[in-house]
């Protein structure tokens, strides 16, 4: 069974930093794609960053200079770095793994990232 679990949510002032991880488990790889998506009550879900299997990134509008994404194979886990953050980055964050074989997605159950003074 597929399972992927975010890790490293919580509340932070403006201007702090986080890192969300997302360990994946199960009969996933090999991975075609991974991302990380961001939702906010009564929005839909939009992307924050993306990367192929092959190392190209693709940055959500704005996020660029202030968001990394990376991963680590062997640890089967996506991270997102997230710096200078603001009231604004406040939202659910989800990651999600595309399989290569077949194109089917899987999506973490989401993790409370909360940017307040």
């Known amino acids: 069974q597929v399972q992927l679990v975010e890790s490293g949510g919580g509340s932070v002032h403006p201007g702090g930093s986080l890192r969300l991880s997302c360990l994946a488990s199960?009969?996933?790889?090999?991975?075609?794609?991974m991302a990380w998506y961001r939702q906010t009550p009564g929005n839909q879900r939009e992307l924050v960053a993306f990367?192929?299997?092959?190392?190209?990134?693709t940055y959500g509008d704005s996020l660029r200079d202030r968001f990394r994404i990376s991963s680590d194979n062997a640890k089967r886990t996506v991270y997102l770095q997230m710096n200078s953050l603001r009231p604004e980055d406040t939202a659910v964050y989800y990651c999600?793994?595309?399989?290569?074989?077949?194109?089917?997605?899987?999506w973490g159950q989401g993790i409370q990232v909360t940017v307040s003074s």
């Open positions: 999600e793994f595309t399989n290569l074989l077949g194109g089917r997605e899987y």
């Open positions: 199960g009969s996933i790889f090999p991975i075609r794609d």
């Open positions: 990367m192929t299997s092959g190392g190209s990134i």
